[in-house]
């Protein structure tokens, strides 16, 4: 195996020698100043490709008091839409792939989802309130921020580290903030703070948010009586009520930032806490979920370009069971089903800007990731989970050793092109496992003497591949195309689930929500995608007052990892299926537009403009001929924005077609069309900003498209839940939220 002997010694004496040793190099040049903030990339040229999306404190400010879920901010950006989770755990899809096919970067680590139903996605590790910015690549990513994804990637930052101005006093700033929403009485608040001089930096930042279960705009099931852990008796969950959808989630930073010259090291130390997240999708619940980061940063900038180096490590306790809303009791000696998960993520990076001439930029770089996973359930009762642990993974590995090349040359004023290519290994293996009891060919152990008979250690080689083009004739047009080569990797769950003879235990692993039961399948292959992309913008000469955008795209995977039916499963009566995973051929294509145009200027009434956007994609299995799972249908995006002095107020309405091409296999559910209208308005006062706004102003009823099967209430261990119920949209929502700056 790679990487098995101190990990974490080798990555920080590596970091450690390279800070040295150019710390060194830039003291010894006498040309070297002072800058006020550092730089770590050539201003010159504006790095290809564009990103489908930016988000920058400013722009981020007016979402924050609407959600509590980070990936919720990415909602107005073009190709992305978000599969339904838990309050703070949505996942986002670029044009149709999403989870594991994204690479999702957070502050530079790239962090993993440890559960078989994937509760704690990347995203959910920072809160809205403590992100500075978000970059989101489609389809075309460079080498040097792609890697073991075929969708795209999206890079979400807290704020850069503040300093002190030389000369100046020490700098203490720092912000509170609350917000409340109605629908689910959703209630929490942040705190920051920054004390610094102009070379140390010390900045800590806290948030908090709960809320309970949400309605629907109207009642979708007949009020019911559950009997959960913390009430025998049970308690009533009415008609309308989105029964497991609330939750509460607790999250801590300290950062120190240390700036000489053109250097910076940055220490962050992260830890979250989630006492409960609900997911009305899955047959269980999140009931902890605690993390523990630590991520170390150099940023160094030299007369021959920028140097970057990271190592991080995180670790995560995840527990789940039923939650407050679903049945506890089976019987009287049996309590629950505890599941539990703890993974650790270790990882480096070095990456090497170098300007070769005016023309000429080349970047290079590797990383390693280590990463670590046990996933097991421990007895409950005397029946059928009982009396041993269930190994449902067992001393998991998946190692990630990655070099990459990329070649960006601005040829002239009009033309700029970029050539990258990345090779990856990815080494991973698991453990002997074991089921609840010792009976080998039926229930909770079927499939275990075949599964520790296998060779389970798998290596892939993994090659990458990024040709683009940027064409600007002038000032107002721009033209981008490119191909790109992407491949990924089955992850933990996809390889080594194991067992087929429990519908209980297959229910279990369930990372889609559709309700299903799923075990993996150790003979997987990688991922390889092809795709074709156009971007074509006409725009002012700043971007800022007008413009027009229109994407096209084409995808081909091939080794398409997908549901197929597992017949040497249980089988099942219940409407839903117990399925396995399989390599097929799949293609994807659609298109993404975005618009902004002015309506009035300086007007009695202040200036008036309007946005829109329209995001429509189309996912085929080419080997079964079936729908894709999870692609968004045809929808559309209009808002009227007006700004008023300090006043922006803005009236949205969102449009969604009817899914009716859905996966079969899965028996996806189709999801009837709707319009929601939403109305915002954000007011600035020197260092005061209050949000507020109302979301589904109307209180429509839908049933969102990526929702996911609803089992969030009742038995849900087994075959007792209904199948046909797709999870409902929340119904009328206000939103109130105050931010204080001192």
Known sequence: MLFNKKPIAIAVTFALSVIWQTANAQTSNPASHSLDEVVVSDSRIEPAPTAAGTLNIKSLAPMRAATSDTAGLLRNIP?????????????????????????????????????????????????????????????????????????????????????AKAGEAPLLKGQAGAFYRSNGNGVG??????????????????????ADNYRAGRSFKNGARVSTNKDRDGHWLSANEVASSAYETRNHALGFAVRHENHLVELKLGLQDIPYQNFPNQRMDMTGNDSKQVNLRYKGQFDWGALEARIYDERTRHEMQFGDDKTYWYSATTPGMPMDTKGRNTGGQLKADIVLSQRDTLRVGGEIQRYRLDDWWEPSGTGMMSPNTFWNINDGERNRLAVFAEWEAQWN?????????????????????????????????????????????????????????????????????????????????????????????????????????????????????????????????????????????????????????????????????????????????????????????????????????????????RKSDDDLYHIMPLNTKLALVQKLGQWTNTAEAQFVKAKSEVADIRREMETDGYALFNLRSSYELKQVRLDVGIDNVFDKFYRHPLGGAYVGQGSTMGTAVAYGSAVPG???????????KF
Not at 445 to 458: L, P, Q, Y
């Open 189 to 210: 608040g942040n705190l920051s703070a920054t004390l610094a001089n102009e070379n140390l930096s010390v900045t800590y930042s806290g948030s908090t948010a709960q």
């Open 413 to 621: 004023r009009q033309w700029l092109t970029q050539f990258g290519i990345r090779h990856e290994t990815v080494d991973m293996d698991s453990g002997r496992v074991q089921g609840y009891n010792g009976l080998t060919n039926t229930g909770t152990s079927r499939g275990v003497t075949a599964f520790n008979a296998a060779d389970r250690d798998k290596t892939d080689h993994n090659l990458d591949l990024t040709l683009l083009a940027r064409y600007t004739p002038d000032e107002q047009r721009t033209i981008e195309f490119g191909y790109a080569r992407k491949t990924r990797s089955p992850n933990l769950y996809e390889r080594y689930t194991w067992n087929t003879g429990s519908t209980m235990v297959l229910n279990m692993n369930n990372w889609y929500g559709d309700g299903n039961g799923y075990v993996g399948n150790i003979n997987l292959n990688p991922e390889v995608a092809h795709t074709l992309s156009t971007t074509l913008s006409w725009h002012d000469a700043t971007k800022k007052e007008w413009g027009l955008s229109l994407t096209p795209y084409y995808t081909r995977v091939s080794d398409y990892i997908d549901a197929v039916a597992c017949t040497t499963c249980t089988a099942r009566a219940d409407g839903f299926r117990n399925l396995t995973l399989a390599n097929q051929d799949a293609r994807l294509y659609g298109i993404d537009i975005a618009g902004l145009m002015p309506l009035a200027n300086n007007t009695g009434f202040g200036s008036f403009s309007l946005t829109g956007m329209i995001n429509y994609v189309n996912g085929k299995n």
């Open 79 to 163: 190709g992305v839409s978000l599969q339904g989770a838990g309050g703070v755990s949505s996942l986002p899809a670029i044009h149709g792939m999403a989870d594991d096919r994204v690479r999702t970067k957070v502050d530079g680590m790239d962090l993993i989802s440890g559960c078989a139903n994937h509760m704690n996605p990347p995203l959910s590790y920072i809160d809205p309130t403590n992100v500075g910015s978000i970059k989101v690549f489609a389809g075309i990513t460079p080498v040097s921020i792609g890697g073991d994804s075929i969708g795209g990637t999206i890079i979400v930052n807290s704020a850069d580290p503040e300093f």
């Open 730 to 740: 929340m119904g009328r929502s206000f939103y109130a939220g105050v931010n204080y």
